[in-house]
């Protein structure tokens, strides 16, 4: 049981998701250095409030783990980028900061650089805590060049695909196409927004079954590689995007990229990349759950104790039909 000192909070865990790059930093060491509680994406309740800590109280429900504008006032966080603020890796919680949500009780270090947004009433702690994955998707559509009544392509049956799509379904995009290499997700991709899904792996041509599909000689206005990995990129630079239209990639690509400039730049694709997000898009991403003015879906697919984060979480054999595995320290 951690103690709250200065400018420290002490914080009761309800709930904390298992990310994508936990269980890559279990099984392959990266990019998450030992030795250290895992778990950035947390949501739990104020137990106890060190000496000049304002603005929270014991009983608060809140979300935090990750950084927010710094102390220093780094030169990105001068700009309101702080999503790539200088310090923010090593002081996130459970990614560079040793005291991650894995845990009944979470030390948060320092409220003064991490980001803690409380929970509005009747938002529910389990859609609050999918904040990562969904803010995302959220910065990356807000920082892409995408319009309402734009034709879309998202690559990746991920929750950060699944996210872009119900995002961008809310943001008015004409004609949402999905990109799969599982078809036995198509059903759950339908249900968050997408109009068409296609498996990359059994179209023959899949830059004329996207141009078919739009009824069009080129391909999509935006878009979004949510995937992670090179034949993706691929397909979204070669095979998706219009002439002067732009790819905007949300996934983690952690290969060296297979890319021709030359095969593209001369239809002017704007490659862009996104990291993270903002304090204020989170909170956007909770005022808007709180209205109902999005829905995210049910996400959650299992829930787990801290006992089973090795078998169940980190571990788990098989990940096909799981979307968002959350941990439940009261178990
Ligand atoms: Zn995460
Ligand atoms: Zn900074």
Redesign the pocket.
Known sequence: MPRAGENQLVVKIDYC?I????VESYAHGGPIRPVIVLG??NVGTVVEVGPGVTGFAPGDRLLCGPPTQCEELCPSCRRGETNVCIHGFPRTAGIGGPDGGYAEYMLVRDVRHTLLVKIPEGVDPRQAVLF??IC?SLHGIRKSDFKFGDDVVVSGTGPIGLAAIALLRAAGANRIIALGTTSAKFPTLKEYGADYCLNPNETGDLAAEVRKILGSEVGADIVFECAGNNPSLENCVYKCVRPGGQVMLLGTIGAPMTLVPAAFSIHEVDLQTSFVYTPGEVKMYLDMLASGKISVGNMVTDVISLDEVAQKGLGRKDRRGQIKILIDPSR
């Not at 990310?19 to 936990?22: A, E, I, L, V």
């Open positions: 998701g990310c994508g790059t936990d950035h994406e990562d994955v995302v």
